[in-house]
């Protein structure tokens, strides 16, 4: 069983930094697609970006040249760095990780980007 907890969420001012990480269990993360989504109050959930095997990564429109997806397979975690954030980015985080059988979503963490 895949677990992943996300951390590094709060508050941050117009402009401001964060970097959000997410921790997983299991043995199969280094063959899995990880990725951050987001979800604001009576919004759907949205793709933030992506990095599958080879570090090849993608990113929504809204966080390009803002955001940064990486990952560390040898310690079973995924980063987001968020810089230039603004209100709008102001949503619960979650950490996706992609297996061949199954998705596996955290718990979010809130971000809250305000002055």
């Known amino acids: 069983q895949v677990q992943l907890v996300e951390s590094g969420g709060g508050l941050v001012q117009p402009g401001g930094s964060l970097r959000l990480s997410c921790a997983a269990s299991?043995?199969?993360?280094?063959?899995?697609?990880m990725g951050w989504y987001r979800q604001a109050p009576g919004k759907q959930r949205d793709l933030v970006a992506t990095?599958?095997?080879?570090?090849?990564?993608n990113y929504a429109d809204s966080v390009k040249g803002r955001f940064t997806i990486s990952r560390d397979n040898a310690k079973n975690m995924v980063y987001l760095q968020m810089n230039s954030l603004k209100p709008e980015d102001t949503a619960v985080y979650y950490c996706?990780?992609?297996?061949?059988?199954?998705?596996?979503w955290g718990q979010g963490t809130q971000v809250t980007v305000s002055s």
């Open positions: 996706k990780l992609v297996t061949p059988s199954k998705v596996y």
């Open positions: 299991g043995s199969i993360f280094s063959l899995s697609a």
């Open positions: 990095i599958i095997r080879g570090n090849i990564t």
